[in-house]
Each structure stands twice: as structure tokens, then as C-alpha cells.
């Protein structure tokens, strides 16, 4: 597809399990993003990828959540010994590449909707 | 205090009329700017970046504000299609991470 795509759309755990989120970009962008948005708020930023590196994860909340993006296109959220906290909305944005210049226009995918029970 | 302060609203207007946002942020060195929109359920979508210069799109009009650090958006003949959250987007000096306010709903009423 054209456009940013995230698996699953929803996904519903128990406290204390192991989850994984999954994003495609958009072909060709380069930098990949990972948010988080809870109900009435803006997205909060959690990490931003350049290629296969993490050039700043300085957004994820704690050492349970971690991010990879191993050969620099899809790239996995995962979170460990998930909290009732953690539900919320988990964007994901990918951009042509990064800088101030042209071109960094972030661009989102759907989502996926988590609820830790 | 928080990178970017939006007012929530809500606003609710009549079809045809000029609504106007507007959006502080508190880092004199952020160097992009941008208005998304956010339907209800649905992703963040890039409505216009913002230039120092000002810029229009249609009905839509960005403004940026240096010296005060403001950002506003002003939507002209309001169509009921526009009734979504407007979230103002700002960047540090990198480009890299966005800060989004906490977006303003705006319900444009028949």
C-alpha cells in the first residue's frame, strides 16, 4: 500500500504479558517514528529512527518498552510486563527523511488501539 | 511547562463562518511547524506546514509568529467536513521529534 500500515488494529492483553506492534512505512522514507496518544491528548513522541539506528528514544517511558527496526524499513514496539497505563493508542509515522529541511513532514499510520485488562 | 499549549476548545460554529486557532509553544529554537488534523478514531493527518512567511491553502490560512512564538490557523466558510481536532506541531532545532499539542475540536454545526 500507499501508506503507512501498523498490525494488529486492536489488541487486548493481560497485565503483566508481552506485546508487539508492528509498523510498515511508507516505501523509500527513512526515518520511522513511534507515538503514543491516550484519550483528549496530543501524540507523545517515544523513539525516532534514522535507518536501522535509534537516533533518539529519549520518549520511551521506562525500560520496558523497547524498539527495533532491524534492516531499517518495518519496525516493532514491544513492551514488556504491560501495566494497565500502557493502554492507549500506538501511532506510528514514517518521513522521507529527517532534518528541518523539505521533506520531514511525518506522515501517520492508523494506529493500533491497546488495552492491558 | 509543556512544549506546545493549544486551547482544547471546543469551538462550535456555523456552517460558513471564520474560525481561528492558535497555538504557543515554549522553545524559541524550534525550527518547524505544522497543522494536523485528527478525525475522530483516525491517525494524525498533515493539514499544512507553516512558514515564517505565512501560507494559504484554499480556505486555510497558517501563520507563524517568531518573536511571540505562536502559530495560528484560521479556516475560512467553515464546511461541516472541517468539524475534526486541528493539532499544532512543533520541532526542535533536529527536525526530528514533533511535539503535538493537545489539539483544539472543532464542531461546525448546520
Known sequence: ?117 | RKEVEQDPGPFNVPEGATVAFNCTYSNSASQSFFWYRQDCRKEPKLLMSVYSSGNEDGRFTAQLNRASQYISLLIRDSKLSDSATYLCVVTRWTGNQFYFGTGTSLTVIP
Open chain 1, 1 to 117: 500500500g500507499a501508506g503507512v500500515s501498523q498490525t494488529p488494529s486492536n489488541k487486548v492483553t493481560e497485565k503483566g504479558k508481552y506485546v508487539e506492534l508492528r509498523c510498515d512505512p511508507i516505501s523509500g522514507h527513512t526515518a520511522l517514528y513511534w507515538y503514543r496518544q491516550s484519550l483528549g491528548q496530543g501524540p507523545e513522541f517515544l523513539i525516532y529512527f534514522q535507518g536501522t539506528g535509534a537516533a533518539d528514544d529519549s520518549g520511551l517511558p521506562n525500560d520496558r518498552f523497547f524498539a527495533v527496526r532491524p534492516e531499517g524499513s518495518v519496525s516493532t514496539l514491544k513492551i514488556q510486563r504491560t501495566e494497565r497505563g500502557d493502554s492507549a493508542v500506538y501511532l506510528c509515522a514514517s518521513s522521507l527523511h529527517s532534518g528541518t529541511s523539505g521533506g520531514n513532514e511525518q506522515f501517520f499510520g492508523p494506529g493500533t488501539r491497546l488495552t492491558v485488562l
